[in-house]
């Protein structure tokens, strides 16, 4: 199995248009932090490729692969890309779905059913491209599925968030100024993040008092995974039986995480925030990471210190424009290295 890394920013990528911060202005004087919005592509044999996630940034992801581009020498119309599989309904995952309208095959979508009418409803792109192309919806669950038919490549999902994106919430919207209320998984956040330290904090010990955060994991394991409203995507080879896990968004580390991380020889996890508390000291939210739902790198309750445990290889991405990693000389980077992790480069490829 042949996967090819997009991107590895979050929402916004690095730079983001309307942002001046040290990681935004950084980027812009050095051209080489530059990121994209966090995405893959998975080779499922022969000459087709599925997309993991469609975002803004399409167009230039499409670009930077040959393997993704239509053969000169072939027909010029006919494009490897044979569909997306789709992590969750948030528009830095979606949106880039209408960029393939010119489809002349049609083009497959795998996505859960909340995801699914989401997108389909909610953003009206399954209205606005049936004049354009076909667009054929596959269901995500828990047991897996092959990608298309007699493929060597499955892929199964893991519920990681009850968190619903913000245009299909039936909320009201709140006002200007005023504090969102989170939802019960945003809601469950791990105890405020310390700064980094020398070494990652270790887990809660065994048999400690349940919290919050405990009672949210047990409603996401809970959860079937057809029916998630944000899943991690469990690729594997069928015939070396090699895994990987994609994570970009990850509330909650659920003992169905656990399992599918402890399984894949690489995982690629959320790595949006570094501390709990980034986001309201860089000042664009009220909420922690965790009340964002993004559990932190760093920190109580932070992804690191279960990372540095597991057996496979273990890689961060969908980075914010305020994580320190973003500058690939920050002192983090060496924090991470000594920990047994990095950040995916952008472009590189895993096979497996």
């Known amino acids: 199995m042949l996967l090819q890394v997009l991107g590895t920013a979050a929402g916004g990528g690095l730079p983001q248009w309307n942002c001046a911060c040290p990681g935004c202005a950084g980027a812009r004087a050095h051209p080489g932090r530059r990121r994209l919005h966090a995405g893959l592509a998975v080779h499922a044999g ?27 020498e072939g027909d010029p119309r006919r494009t490897p890309v044979a569909g997306v599989l789709l992590t969750d309904a948030e528009l830095d995952h979606t949106l880039g779905i209408a ?25 009206g792109l399954g209205a606005v491209l049936a004049p354009y192309t076909a667009v054929r919806w596959r269901r995500l669950t828990g047991t897996g599925v092959p990608l298309g038919a007699g493929a060597g490549v499955h892929v199964s999902a893991v519920p990681v968030s009850a968190k619903r994106p913000r245009y299909a919430s039936d909320a009201a919207s709140p006002a200007p100024g005023a504090a969102a209320t989170p939802t019960a998984a945003e809601a469950a956040a791990a105890p405020t993040a310390a700064e980094a330290t020398a070494a990652p904090p270790a887990p809660a010990a065994t048999g400690a008092a349940p919290t919050a955060a405990d009672a949210v994991a047990a409603t996401v394991d809970a959860t079937p995974a057809s029916d998630a409203w944000s ?27 656990e399992k599918a991380a402890q399984d894949a020889d690489v995982v690629l ?15 664009f939210s009220r909420r922690t990471a ?63």
């Open 99 to 123: 960029r393939l309208r010119e489809a002349r095959d049609g083009v497959e979508v795998y996505a859960t059913a909340p995801v699914e009418r989401a997108v389909r409803e909610r953003l």
């Open 231 to 257: 899943v991690a995507l469990c690729l594997r080879d069928t015939a070396s039986g090699g895994t990987l896990l994609y994570a970009p968004a990850l509330a909650v580390w659920s003992d169905a995480f």
């Open 290 to 352: 965790t009340g964002m739902g993004h559990l932190p790198i760093t920190g109580p309750g932070g992804t690191a210190a279960r990372l540095a445990r597991l057996p496979g290889r273990c890689l961060y991405t969908h980075l914010n424009n305020t994580n320190p990693l973003g500058d690939p000389d920050a002192e983090q980077h060496r924090q991470l290295a000594a920990w047994g992790l990095a950040v995916a480069d952008e472009r590189m490829v895993i096979e497996l």
């Open 46 to 72: 022969g000459d087709r490729w599925y997309l993991v996630n469609a975002t803004p940034d399409l167009g230039e992801q499409l670009e930077r692969c040959p393997e993704l581009l239509p053969d000169p």
């Open 269 to 283: 996890v959320d790595g949006t925030f570094w501390d709990d508390d980034e986001p309201l000291r860089a000042g």
